[in-house]
């Protein structure tokens, strides 16, 4: 096993596959290694005709944090910026292509969430076809008021909530939604005692592969495809375009550089200026 080749775990028990995010010391924030081998292994799943239904799931305290926060953490984008002076084609290399081929992925889906899911991590954590939550799960974008971003690389908001009012909260203002809060506004299927979160989703998923592999997948592509027939996987792609614009623009960056010298994370960046909790 080469060095990061355990950030993320395959646990192959036809017809289930579990990919299980395996970084806990560090939030299981999504660094180059650790989802290169997350996509690597949604690869070999798709191939597998023995497995049905795919699992992602989690070690730790939480599920993810999302991004690597740290000088250097992307050795694509300094390759990228290297050659053309932008992190353009690195991040789309990076954080587009992998959340796309997780939302093509031929077989049903279904992701265990548990304490929080933010940033980056909530691409992992509500792509998915099925979103099962612990009642102490959490889910925040906080990157336009803690980085100067306008979302993630690939902006899934609006399709996940459909509602205009309720995704332009969320990300304008880095809204903390609560796995009930969640439940309510349709992101994830089910909440319930962190004690019963995994026995509920491998009973969901041993129902799902009842099924034959070849109605899942077709089920699958129907379900996608009317979402890509409304514009979300050009939406998604509009959306890295965006996000490498707002690497150079002056007042984004004089906010990454506070956060920077504070030594502030982007959910804590976030947060400045809110009212304590009555």
């Known amino acids: 096993m080469t060095e990061g080749e355990d950030l993320v775990l395959y646990e192959r028990e036809p017809p289930i596959g579990r990919l299980v995010l395996n970084w806990p010391e560090k939030a299981n924030a999504q660094s180059s290694a650790l989802v290169h081998l997350f996509d690597r292994y949604l690869g070999e799943i798709d191939r597998d005709y023995e497995i049905k239904v795919v699992i992602i799931k989690a070690n730790g305290k939480g599920f ?3 991004h690597v926060i740290a000088p250097g953490a992307y050795p694509e984008f300094a390759e990228g910026q ?19 081929r997780l939302w093509e992925c031929s077989k049903p889906t279904i992701s265990q969430v548990h304490g929080y899911a933010v940033g980056g991590g909530t691409y992992f954590a509500l792509v998915p076809d099925i979103t099962v939550a612990s009642e102490d799960a959490y889910f925040q974008m906080p990157l336009v008021q803690g980085l100067g971003f306008p979302g993630g690389e690939t902006m899934i908001e609006p399709w996940l909530f459909m509602n205009w009012k309720r995704a332009a909260e969320y990300l304008y203002t880095a809204q903390t939604l609560s796995a009930e809060d969640a439940l309510r506004a349709g992101l994830v299927n089910r909440v319930v005692p962190r004690d019963e979160l995994e026995a509920t989703v491998e009973e969901m998923a041993a129902h799902i592969a009842r099924a034959p592999l070849s109605t899942l997948m077709a089920t699958r592509a129907l379900l996608k495809r009317a979402w890509e027939l409304m514009g979300m996987r050009l939406h998604l792609q509009m959306s890295t375009d965006l996000m490498a614009l707002c690497e150079s623009t002056s007042d984004a960056r004089a906010l ?11 959910r ?8 304590p909790p009555a």
């Open 268 to 275: 804590e960046q976030a947060a400045r200026g809110e009212a």
């Open 64 to 66: 993810s944090a999302g």
């Open 256 to 266: 990454r550089q506070e956060l920077a010298e504070a030594r502030r994370l982007p």
């Open 82 to 100: 290297s050659h053309i002076g932008t992190n353009w084609k690195a991040s789309a290399d990076l954080f587009l292509w992998p959340t796309l």
